[in-house]
């Protein structure tokens, strides 16, 4: 069962930023990818956005784009979701979660416990 343990949440002021971390145990066929979603408080899950071990990214989601950054460390088997200039509305459980496929509308069959987002104006 491979597992993924999220850290580097906290509470903010706008403007500032935060690096979130995904461990994973392990990497698998069935875990070959990293997504980061985030669930705002009676929103929706939303897609952030995904990458693989070796490097192959999706787009960002619209409303992060030109401010979030992921990037892999295969040595470390931990995928970092670097989020600068953030904003009250990025305020939300961040989640990374594994599957075998890249994609915004993929399935992911792990998921991390999430961590807690939280940007003051």
């Known amino acids: 069962q491979v597992q993924l343990v999220e850290s580097g949440g906290g509470l903010v002021q706008a403007g500032d930023s935060l690096r979130l971390s995904c461990a994973a145990s392990?990497?698998?066929?069935?875990?070959?990818?990293i997504a980061w979603f985030r669930q705002a408080p009676g929103k929706e899950r939303e897609f952030v956005v995904g990458?693989?071990?070796?490097?192959?990214?999706?787009d960002y989601a619209t409303s992060v784009k030109g401010r979030f950054s992921v990037f892999a460390d295969d040595a470390k088997n931990t995928v970092y979701l670097q989020m600068n200039n953030l904003k009250p509305e990025d305020t939300a459980v961040y989640y990374c979660?594994?599957?075998?496929?890249?994609?915004?509308?993929?399935?992911?069959?792990?998921w991390g416990q999430g961590t807690q987002v939280t940007v003051s104006s």
């Open positions: 979660a594994s599957g075998a496929r890249l994609g915004n509308h993929e399935r992911y069959d792990y």
């Open positions: 392990e990497r698998t066929s069935s875990a070959a990818v």
């Open positions: 990458v693989s071990w070796t490097g192959i990214r999706t």
